[in-house]
T-cell receptor, first 114, second 115 residues
Framework: GPKVLQIPSHQIIDMGQMVTLNCDPV?????FYWYKQILGQQMEFLVN????????KSKLFKDQFSVERPDGSYFTLKIQPTALEDSAVYFC????????????FGEGTRLSVL | AQKVTQTQTSISVVEKTTVTMDCVYETRDSSYFLFWYKQTASGEIVFLIR??????ENATVGHYSLNFQKPKSSIGLIITATQIEDSAVYFCAMREGNSNNRIFFGDGTQLVVKP
């Protein structure tokens, strides 16, 4: 079936550096999401995105975070600068519509900030 | 306030038996959508089944079914004839009808299916 792909699967960076997490959503999907999960705990909502705009963001979506999907390519989450507490697994998800479809999740990118 | 609550941290069952995982939710919206996902040992998150609040009939997909008790704000997941490969963490989730699409997840329930 259709899949959401996340690249890379693991990224290690030094605190203070910039990192970009890439998500390749299902080709005809229109809604995109990022979630953060620390050590197998609860999935925490960061942001959702539609039609080139952020629809909603949570308190976890700090000023250092940004998302974009330039020219319909990857949906990216950028963190600049990174902090130690940003270490987590970041999951991207996408869905065709807002109501009728449950979002499909990618396999996550493990971010380790040293 | 926690929107989705899963009180069972971990459940262990013998394969081929039936297991029920609890979930209660909180919302003021008259329309909402409830989901169950599972997260495998590899970290993959897989959508399993959903229940729309306006539907009275409990959803069923394969060996997954839901026990939707709207007056109690409860949406239990029932897995019949469990298999070893059902071992995973199961997350209950909710999307409110008037939201911008945010989905709230519970803390998850670890299911261990033993031979």
């Amino acid at each position: 079936g259709p899949k959401v792909l996340q690249i890379p699967s693991h990224q290690i960076i030094d605190m203070g550096q910039m990192v970009t997490l890439n998500c390749d959503p299902v080709s005809n999907h229109l809604y995109f999401y990022w979630y953060k999960q620390i050590l197998g705990q609860q999935m925490e909502f960061l942001v959702n995105f539609y039609n080139g705009k952020v629809m909603e963001k949570s308190k976890l979506f700090k000023d250092q975070f940004s998302v974009e999907r330039p020219d319909g390519s990857y949906f990216t989450l950028k963190i600049q600068p990174t902090a130690l507490e940003d270490s987590a697994v970041y999951f991207c998800a996408s869905s065709l519509d807002r109501i009728n479809q449950a979002p499909l999740f990618g396999e996550g990118t493990r971010l380790s900030v040293l | 306030a926690q929107k989705v609550t899963q009180t069972q941290t971990s459940i262990s069952v013998v394969e081929k038996t039936t297991v029920t995982m609890d979930c209660v939710y909180e919302t003021r919206d008259s329309s909402y959508f409830l989901f169950w996902y599972k997260q495998t040992a590899s970290g993959e998150i897989v959508f399993l089944i959903r229940q729309d609040s306006y539907k009275k009939e409990n959803a069923t997909v394969g060996h997954y079914s839901l026990n939707f008790q709207k007056p109690k704000s409860s949406i239990g997941l029932i897995i019949t004839a469990t298999q070893i490969e059902d071992s995973a963490v199961y997350f209950c989730a909710m999307r409110e009808g008037n939201s911008n699409n945010r989905i709230f997840f519970g803390d998850g329930t670890q299911l261990v299916v033993k031979p």
